[in-house]
């Protein structure tokens, strides 16, 4: 325990000496106070205490328990507030369990130390104030002019005049200041499907950020929308079967009729002879490529490509790794891995869209992946597209979340400023017999096409835009911000990128030896 202090070791000491099943959730429990007022803002609070006291347990010969309920680091994160505002910890702040302690340690709950609060706080009111003219304010709605005169009337549209628009970056800035742990917003990502925005935001203010700027749905094609209302008036999967069969196309120059023509036939055959389909016996692999497979085969025979076999995102990995340099004051470090995904849509090598895919309808996954793991990874694959400003303001980037049987899509823009908006549909149900085949596969097959639209069109506005040459320094201040990375991500990856890198290589004796030990087996 080198730089930790005597009198910090014996209080370590004589409390697990004094316990009868010593803990490290017991000892942040207990000693809030103590482990505030020997804690730093650039101290990681877990990792910090947890080798404290794990070495002062090693000392003593004492074994630790491992209770269920994580450390309430958010208490001693108050009371360091607390002290740095020159408020003295109240004696409850110190004993009393929030709901926010008993939280489950996982991915979903990754606390922000001091540090990271202060780090987010600054990063924000930095971009905010050197770019204040170019936020994303959404003007108050004008309501028609009246010719009363009646001066009620008039004193009540002076006071609407006097209210303020809506400012939604420093909105999205204040809640993400607030934040006891990781959250979107952190990265200026402002998704309408996350129900914390409800007590942010009014139910019209939702809807008027929601309707902001271009529609969410681009339209399909007059034919298309023939063939598939056509399909929904059949009453059968045979007759749509039959239907997909007849269907008369050129599988060149029609590529959407032609997996129209593959895709209704494949998802009816399910229901020839069992008249309903058996979800909870199929993988998370069968559920992809068996029942949404759909999904990756609409982009054959356009310019969108699809990756699946939960390959990682070069965009995410590239923003990990933004900050990689070469050697100097301190070694170079390895290359970060950027999130696996199930499925990676790209063009031309540029990420335009992603799919994650759960196996049952489980609510925590669909959180985690849905509204924590891909919107960090659709802003890194946004962030990256976006070499100008016109594009940013353009283009869109697709996510679908598959949870068991239901599918929703996700759509991220920037409109205005330098927030990513996500907004998103209704999850919309597999067919689940013969007698609803046809009304639930066509807006299936609506959410596939429409999909591979916002593909093509954003593909289409890379294309055409142009980039002047610029010197490196000059600031693009349009950009958006990075996706925010709590120090606790980062000294886990380090850690482990460190152990990988620092492990000794065998030494030839060492394999000799082994392998003298293989012929002796095989003998």
Known sequence: MEGVSIEIKTFVENFLQSVKTPSLCKFVEQNPSFIAKNSSIEDNLINKWSDIVSVAAKKLDIKMSKPRRT???????????QQNNGTPASSSSATSETPESKATSNSMNVLLSLKDKNQIKTNLSNLLLKRESDLWVLPLEEEEEEDDDDEEQNEEKEKKEKKTALVVDKIVADFATQCNYHHPSQSLILDLGDINWESIFSEEELDRLDGFGDPMFPCLPDDILDILNTISSLETPLDAYNF?????????????????????????????????????????YDQL???????????????ITEKGSEGSSKANGDAKNRKRSIPAIKPATGRKMGHKID?????????????????????????????????????????????????????KVLGYVISGTKAAMLVMDSPAGFISRIRRSKYLGLPTCSENFTKKIVPLFKLALTGLIIMENTRSIINNSTNDLESLRVSAGWRLPPTFIPSSLISRSKSSTTASSSAPPKSSSAESSSSSKKQKTTK
């Open 71 to 81: 450390p309430p680091w958010n208490e001693v994160l108050q009371v360091m507030n």
């Open 244 to 284: 997909a069969r007849k269907l008369d196309h050129d599988p060149v120059t029609e590529p959407l009729k032609s997996w129209i023509s593959i895709e209704l036939p494949n998802a009816a055959r399910h229901f020839f002879y069992n008249h309903t389909l058996d979800f909870d016996k199929m993988l998370e």
């Open 289 to 303: 490529y068996k029942n949404w497979g759909f999904l990756k085969t609409v982009v054959q025979g356009s310019n």
């Open 343 to 395: 499925t990676i849509y790209s063009t031309n090598g540029i990420e335009v869209g992603c799919i994650e895919v759960g196996k049952d309808d489980d609510q925590t996954k669909s959180i985690k992946d849905g509204l924590i793991k891909m919107p960090m990874i659709m802003h890194d694959m946004l962030t990256q597209l976006a070499e100008t400003e016109e594009v940013l303001r353009k283009a």
